[in-house]
Each structure stands twice: as C-alpha cells, then as structure tokens.
C-alpha cells in the first residue's frame, strides 16, 4: 500500500497562514515561522478584543451619559438611580445617543428621574 504523504493539505495551510500574514513587516509576512507565530497572535488579539470592545463601548456611553446629566443639574448615578426608581428602561446605548444627538429629549428624561429621586 502506497504511503500517504500530506503535501496538499500542507501547501494549503501554510498559503492560508502566508495569505493572512500579508500587510506585516519584514519577516512576518515572507518567512512561514514567523508569519504563522504573527498570524496566531494576531488572531488571538482578536478573539480577546471582539470581547473588549463591548465594555469600552459601554464606558463610552457611561461617559457621554455622565457629561449630559451634568449638564442638566445632575450627576450619572443620580440619574440612573432615579431612572430605575421611575422605572424607566432605557439602555446606556439610547441614552448615550439621546445625549449627543436629541439634547432636548435627554432633558426631558432628566427630568423624569430628578422627579423620582430620594
């Protein structure tokens, strides 16, 4: 019976690891070992990433959330409690987008939760 020698399946993989190694520096991008080494680190700061992504945009809108309450008399956390006390349920995501696009609508809400507080 004839060996079986794996050179298809190796060409193939190492083309997808050379392909994805394209755009890095020097010896990342020509030479396999290193390529495959850039390649995987690289995969593996996205897959951490992907991840990271959702609390920095939830910091994001914690932020914007914070600078429109102040500017309506009032700070993040007495807005929130007094929301959640109103029984409001708007996400940080809208309220972020009511701050920085609807700044009237925002006031209103405001409004509601400093009617609600204590």
Do not use: C, P
Not at 3 to 24: I, L, P, Q
Not at 66 to 87: E, I, T, V
Request: glycine share 8%; charged share 35%; no cysteine.
């Amino acid at each position: 019976m004839a060996r079986v020698k794996n050179g298809v399946a190796h060409h193939a993989r190492k083309k997808k690891v050379m392909e994805a190694a394209k755009g890095a520096r020097g010896g990342r991008s020509k030479l396999y070992k290193s390529a495959k080494e850039n390649t995987e680190r690289g995969m593996a700061y996205a897959y951490r990433d992907r991840r990271k992504r959702k609390g920095e945009f939830r910091s994001l809108w914690i932020t914007r959330i914070n600078a429109a309450a102040r500017l309506n008399g009032l700070s993040y956390s007495r807005l929130m409690a007094g929301l959640a006390k109103a029984g409001v349920e708007i996400n940080r995501k809208v309220l972020a987008d009511l701050a920085v696009h609807d700044a009237d609508a925002f006031a209103r809400v405001a409004d509601v939760a400093r009617d609600h507080q204590h």
